[in-house]
């Protein structure tokens, strides 16, 4: 797995792309987390629209990734989960606990409508 980051208006989009299985990305991902906290950028869309395959330990990346910027006052949300990434979603209930929206640009303009 591969991410890339950029900032677009009053968010932090991290471009997800292969396959999610946690591990060292985890690690990676935590620690680009906190920096960001830091900095004091709080809102966070995670696009996975280049996700080819997430297994669990994937999962418990995302709901780490969003724990940890709801405790530190902000929030995480996802975009673009294909067809499979979905119904892993939905299957484990986790489509509840997070925000998901069909395109980045909803996801950014989400934040938006909080202020």
């Not at 080819?52 to 940890?68: D, E, H, P, V, Y």
Request: aromatic share 6%; glycine share 8%; proline share 1%.
């Amino acid at each position: 797995m591969g991410f890339d980051i950029s900032e677009r208006y009053n968010c932090v989009v991290i471009e997800f792309s292969g396959n999610v299985m946690g591990g060292p990305d985890a690690v990676r991902l935590n620690e680009k987390l906190h920096d960001l906290i830091e900095s004091n950028q709080l809102n966070v869309v995670i696009d996975l629209s280049n996700v080819k395959f997430m297994n669990s330990s994937g999962l418990g990346m995302l709901i780490g990734a969003l724990t940890t910027m709801k405790k530190a006052g902000g929030d995480l949300r996802i975009c673009n989960a294909g067809e499979k990434i979905r119904s892993l979603l939905t299957i484990t209930k986790l489509i509840t606990v997070f925000k998901h929206y069909q395109s980045l640009d909803k996801a950014i303009e989400s934040f938006k409508e909080d202020e």
